[in-house]
């Protein structure tokens, strides 16, 4: 039998990256429901070419146009998740990347329909752990993270207890800014914040790499998945994006996990369960060791980044 999927958020980058995994096999998997807030153009494209049996859509005036196109069809769209029929839907794969705090509730409500939530949102994490734990236990569902950086530390870090571990740096490219003076700061433009150097991204978090609050939620969202001593969690500068964490042991050794500056990695292990050829599935060639001879790691520099000061030991105290 077909494993049923749900991608809430289909139509930003972490969504459509996953389309394009499951799309590879889709005799394994079956697309059942997307949701989007307005992008019209996408929505139909998804629509026509996955043939989900559900759609939900925030956006009113895309919903109406969609519901009024596809009125013949056997696609039952919605423009609320509680609209969704109350009859149980039981989800394989939940893919959970709508961005920001608008993806709590819906994450929340597919906890009790879904097997494994893939989840992208930080936010839904730092608000809702509380809530999120406890459902989760509750309906037998598992949480993996697919952020670079939590999925890296979720896989250094099994099997290992608290006193186990050092020290656990989360990394950082640094944005776009990373080489830019102090004194030029006051001159940025929005447009170059959205310009990461490395990864391509949806523009909020584009805007909250380049001033380095991305991380400082990132080390909160790392505290609530691997509730170690929050004093171990760090962040480094990397500028290549290629460790995406690093784990400091008691017994000497030191770990760290290695890609490429592609979801598609974390994605598709997460969804295989790490027993995948990325390189056949991307078609792409790994560029190790090319690229490892110059690894670089700094500090950062607290007088352009001020915003990490944040993390103190009061943050995650009230977070």
Request: charge should be positive; aromatic fraction near 10%; hydrophobic fraction near 35%.
């Amino acid at each position: 039998m077909k494993k049923k999927i749900a991608i809430l958020g289909s139509t930003g980058s972490i969504g459509k990256t996953s389309l394009n995994i499951f799309k590879k096999n889709l005799k394994e998997f079956n697309i059942t429901l997307l949701s989007a807030n307005s992008n019209y153009s996408s929505i139909n494209s998804q629509i026509k070419k996955y043939k989900p049996k559900y759609f939900i859509i925030n956006n009113v005036n895309v919903f109406n146009k969609i519901k009024n196109r596809y009125k013949k069809k056997k696609i039952k769209i919605y423009n609320k998740f509680s609209d969704l029929p109350r009859k149980k839907i039981k989800f394989d794969i939940t893919i959970s990347a709508i961005v920001g705090i608008a993806g709590l509730e819906p994450t929340i409500k597919f906890i009790s329909l879904s097997k494994k939530i893939l989840l992208a949102n930080k936010e839904t994490v730092i608000c809702g752990w509380h809530l999120i734990e406890k459902l989760c236990k509750k309906n037998n569902s598992k949480i993996i993270p697919i952020d670079s950086e939590h999925f890296s530390i979720d896989q250094l870090t099994k099997n290992h207890k608290d006193e186990d571990i050092k020290k656990i740096y989360i990394t950082a490219s640094g944005g776009p800014f990373l080489k830019k003076s102090l004194k030029d700061f006051k001159n940025i433009k929005p447009k170059e914040a959205i310009k990461h150097p490395n990864w391509q991204m949806g523009k909020k978090i584009s805007i909250d790499s380049s001033n380095m609050m991305n991380k400082v939620l990132e080390v909160i969202e790392a505290f609530k998945l691997f509730p170690f001593n929050p004093d171990k969690y760090k962040i480094i500068i990397h500028p290549q994006s290629l460790v995406h964490a690093i784990v400091f042991f008691k017994n000497g050794q030191t770990k760290f996990l290695y890609h490429e500056t592609d979801m598609l990695i974390p994605i598709a292990n997460a969804i295989y369960e790490n027993k995948i050829d990325i390189e056949t599935l991307s078609g792409k060639k790994n560029s190790f060791p090319k690229n490892c001879h110059s690894l670089k790691f700094q500090e950062i520099d607290k007088k352009k980044f001020p915003i990490i000061t944040l993390l103190s030991k009061n943050i995650f105290k009230n977070s």
